[in-house]
């Protein structure tokens, strides 16, 4: 499979139970998404999937084949896969990982502020954070407040910060 295709949903951080359940650290709208999908990939075995459900910020899953403390405990630390087509996202949607890269742009300065490194996700909310071109982070509550919207063909992130959130702010 090419590694372009992959998605990776999400890395098993623990066991949940005696009876094989995972406890899932989500790299995507993991239990909306699995509906779409019946099986992901640990390595280059596949699994089915038998039951998902949310449990804090974490996803408890249920693999087939994976009904023990022992079976489960052996996939802790691995990556769960699957292939991007397998996923329809639907017109103006987008995986996180599609957007890493992108400049980012506030509305406020008028100025690009740095590159998209990555996505966090909090309690509150998912928070941008952004590389500065001296290598500082910027990081920026993806909400309403804030966030601008993502123009896909211009490959770019919109925000709009407020006066204190950006290290040279006088404001």
Known sequence: MDNSNIIEWGEIVNTHGVRGELKVMPFVEFKKLSKQVKSLNIGSKSYNIVGVREHKNMILLTLEGVDTM????????????????????????????????????????????????????????????????EGREIMIPMVDAFDRGVDLEEECVYVETIGGMLEDDED
């Open 70 to 133: 022992d079976k489960s405990e052996a996939l802790r630390g691995k990556v769960l896969t699957t292939s991007r087509d397998a996923v329809d996202l639907g017109e103006g949607h987008y995986f996180y990982s599609d957007i890493y890269g992108f400049e980012v742009y506030d509305e406020r300065t008028e100025q690009v502020i740095g590159i998209l490194d990555r996505i966090e996700s909090f309690p509150g909310s998912d928070v941008y954070v952004i590389k500065t071109e």
